[in-house]
Each structure stands twice: as C-alpha cells, then as structure tokens.
C-alpha cells in the first residue's frame, strides 16, 4: 500500500507545479498596450479557456474573439466563445472551431489588436485538411502519428506540413492586425512554434526535416498524404506578414519543476531537477529512472537519501496492445517492475492538464510493492505493460491519481521520493 503520508506530499508537488503554470498569473506581466481599434481573442489547447477567462479578467472591457478546448474542459467566460472538439484525435467540431477562428480575425486592420491564447492539445483541437483532403484524411495522419513513437517534435513537424492552420497560417491570415501569441509551452524546450504545432508562430522548419521524421521512425502513411507533405511549405517565418508579431512563452515546464522543488526543499526534503525536456519512450524513460532510484535507495549516489528527483518532458508511447492508459501511467508500470521489492520509494508521474491519454486520471502513484501487489489480485504486471494497459493495473490497485481537469498544460511531471 502506498504510504499516505508520501502520497500527500507528492500530491502537493503537483499541485504546486499546476499553479505555477496558472495562466491568469502567467500572463498580467505581458500585457500587450491596448490598440486603437478592436481586440479580438484567439486560442487552442486543453487550457485555452482558462486562459480565455483569465485575459477577460486582466484586459475588462471591449474584448471578443473564441477559443477552442477538449470537450469537457471549458470555463465561463463572459465575451470570449468557447467552442469544445475532440482529443487526441480530431473531429468535425475541431473543423467548425478552426473555421471560428479564421472568422473571428478576417478583415482586421492594422489598429486591430489579436491576442492568440496558445497551449497544449491545439494541434488535435484544429484540424484543417489541406485543399483536396478531408478530416478523415487528417484523423487517419493523427493516428499514425500518435502510434508511431516519435517524440511531439516530429509529430508537429509532419504536422504543420498537412495542414491549412498549422505553421503560422492563423497569423498570416489575421495580417494586417498586430498580434501577440500568449503561449502555455508543453514541448521539450519551450519553442513556441512547437506548441499546438504553431497556428501562430511560423516555423523553419522543412519539407526535409518533415520527411526524414517519417522516415527515421517508420510512420506509415497514406502516399497521398507523404507526396503533399513533399510538395507544400508552411509559410516562411520572413514573411511580411508575420512583421510586428510577438510572443511571449508565459508557463513551461522548466518553471513548475523549480516551484516544485522549492516547496520539497521548503518541507525538508531537497530535490534535484534531473531536466524539463526528457523525450523517448515511456517504458525506457522509466528503466533509467528506476536505475537511478535504486541506486540512491542502496548506495546514496548520486544523491544522498532523503531526496526527491523531479523531471519534466514529454515521453511517447509506441501502441503495440490495446490497453487502456497513457504515458504517465506507462511509465509507472514500467518503473513498477524496474524497481520491484525496493523499499523506501514512492513516485508519482502524471499529466498537468489532469488527463493522461484515454481516460480520466492524470497518472499514478507506484512503490516497491506495486508490482507484487498485481500478482496478489491476479493479474501480470509485464503482460499489462506488453498490451498498454497500465490504466487496468492502477485501477486495480486502487493507485490512480485523479485531480481532473487543471486548466493548464505544462506536460508530463515526475517526483519520486526516496526516503
């Protein structure tokens, strides 16, 4: 059973790092001066109506615009639209959403103001096929995206290449209004053009780069998918009508990880940050982890006990089951069996946006018992882990962690405490 008392204080490590990525804070500091003309409020993500009723309460009154967020994560708001689409894999609400947004920014000015509220979870949340292809054919680019392994770098890569969205396009076609991006980063390294693949910040990124991410990890797609990819540049970030933009990267990763720490150390436990942009698939991210938890756990190297290690990032998990789960929870079963029977250690991996892949937890808690405690009720850790079923192993041991949603995305937070 995991100690209650370890639970609540990896507890208050996430919910510390969730507050630090709180949008309404983030952002009162990168206020852009009030225009002559209209303002007009864009966004996407899995926080973008959070951050919608947050620049409402900052900005007041004239303000308009929409905003698009994964079903059941919306928020009042009082001017600001919040449409809802789906997650992981797009919908046709995420077809009339993106089509809101182009609307809301056609026939701007230069006096007009657009402020594009950006997170994690837009490039799902805006479909926008490319002339000649349909949503199915982006749901079916999606999927093998999200099957393949390849790290959120690649993924938006291919992405911004098949898209009418993607790559800066939104900003383009709100030209010749000034526009400021506010952007939640969830990707390895807080590039902005990475988050929601950049419906508003365009990207150097190539046809090459896109093409040899296809290849390097062996993602099957559709050849009329591939050729257009080959064939069609996202708009060049020199263009004239991205002059004048801005962009501010007001929560991230790195930041939630240093409030986290700050509270261990303030609770007399000291924390080391291993690093906020850890890539890589799941199962292995974890092996390495659990290397290192066993090797302080027996020898105090190279940390000294008591001690929390935090690590941030973005793991990926390749489908070869059909299991319920996510990468959070993959990674904790994964560690479950690396450190079997190793006393004095708990760990807590979860989403910051509250869900972690197909269900409603946001991640799990695992100890040396973990693994064990499978087998006692009948089932086999390593075959849940074969078939991605790590949500069946955690709901069995009654281990999920389940705040909801946060109103933020900041990605994957790992803690484990070895006491």
Known sequence: MIDPDDQSFLTRLFHTAVQ????????????????????????????????????????????????????????????????????????????????????????????????????????????????????????????????????????????????????????????????????????????????????TVPDATGQAEALAAIKAHAIDLPPAIAAHIERHAAPDPMDAAFDGNTVH?????????????????????????????????????????????????????????????????????TLRGQGRGGRNTEFLLSLALTCEGQAGFTALAADTDGIDGSEDNAGAFVDGTSAPRLRALGHDPAALLAGNDAFSAFEALGDLFSPGPTGTNVNDFRAILIR
């Open 20 to 199: 630090a990525a709180d949008p309404k804070a983030a952002m009162a500091s990168v206020l852009p001066a009030r225009p002559k003309g209209r303002t007009i409020v864009v966004g996407a993500g899995k926080g973008a109506a959070q951050m919608g009723a947050a620049f409402e309460d900052l900005w007041g009154d004239p303000v308009e615009g929409v905003v698009v967020t994964r079903y059941g994560y919306g928020a009042a708001t009082r001017y600001i639209r919040v449409l809802e689409a789906a997650h992981p894999v797009p919908d046709r609400a995420g077809l009339v959403a993106t089509q809101a947004l182009f609307e809301a920014v056609e026939g701007l000015g230069p006096d007009d103001l657009v402020v594009a509220l950006i997170c994690g979870g837009g490039s799902a949340l805006l479909p926008s096929p490319p002339d000649g292809f349909s949503l199915e054919d982006e749901q079916a680019l999606n999927r093998a995206l999200l099957a393949s392994g390849a790290p959120i770098s690649a993924m938006n890569a291919i992405r911004k290449h098949f898209s009418g969205v993607k790559g800066g396009r939104l900003a383009a076609a709100a030209h010749p209004a000034r526009m400021v991006s506010l952007i939640v980063s969830d990707v390895p390294g807080d590039d902005p053009a990475q988050v929601a693949s950049g419906p």
């Open 249 to 317: 990267v007001i929560a991230s990763a790195a930041k939630s990880l240093e409030a986290a720490a700050s509270l261990a150390q303030a609770e007399g436990v000291p924390a080391v940050i291993l690093s906020d942009a850890i890539e890589g698939e799941a199962r292995e991210v974890a092996k390495m982890h659990g290397a290192m938890t066993r090797e302080v756990a027996l020898r105090d190297r190279p940390f000294p006990r008591p001690v929390v290690i935090l690590s941030g990032g973005e793991t990926t998990v």
